[in-house]
Nanobody
Framework: QVQLQESGGGSVQAGGSLKLACVVS???????MDWYRQIPGKQREWVAT???????DYVASVKGRFTISRANTGNTMFMQMNNLKPEDTAVYYC?????????WGQGTQVVVSA
């Protein structure tokens, strides 16, 4: 059974940095992975993608500040978040996709204070 587990969330002041991690278990296949975030009462928002060929893409609001990457083993995905802003406050979720099936983690909270 494929499982995803996020970690690395926390509370920082504006301008600070955090590095999120998402560990994938239950599969040996390299999946396309995404980060999403959600503020209470709002729809979940796509943030970044790394494909199974390690091509990356970002939502405009985080370009130049966030970097998505993957460990060489392929089973851990990261997102380095720099120059954090209060509007980045959200629960961050990782998602994996393989053969049209999607898998979600439980989320990790990020709080950025002004």
């Amino acid at each position: 059974q494929v499982q995803l587990q996020e970690s690395g969330g926390g509370s920082v002041q504006a301008g600070g940095s955090l590095k999120l991690a998402c560990v994938v278990s239950g599969t040996v296949f390299r999946m396309t992975m995404d980060w999403y975030r959600q503020i209470p009462g709002k729809q979940r928002e796509w943030v970044a993608t790394i494909t199974n060929e390690d091509k990356t893409d970002y939502v405009a609001s985080v370009k130049g500040r966030f970097t998505i990457s993957r460990a060489n083993t392929g089973n851990t995905m990261f997102m380095q978040m720099n120059n954090l802003k209060p509007e980045d406050t959200a629960v961050y979720y990782c998602r994996g996709e393989r053969l049209g099936k999607y898998y979600w983690g439980q989320g990790t909270q990020v709080v950025v204070s002004a």
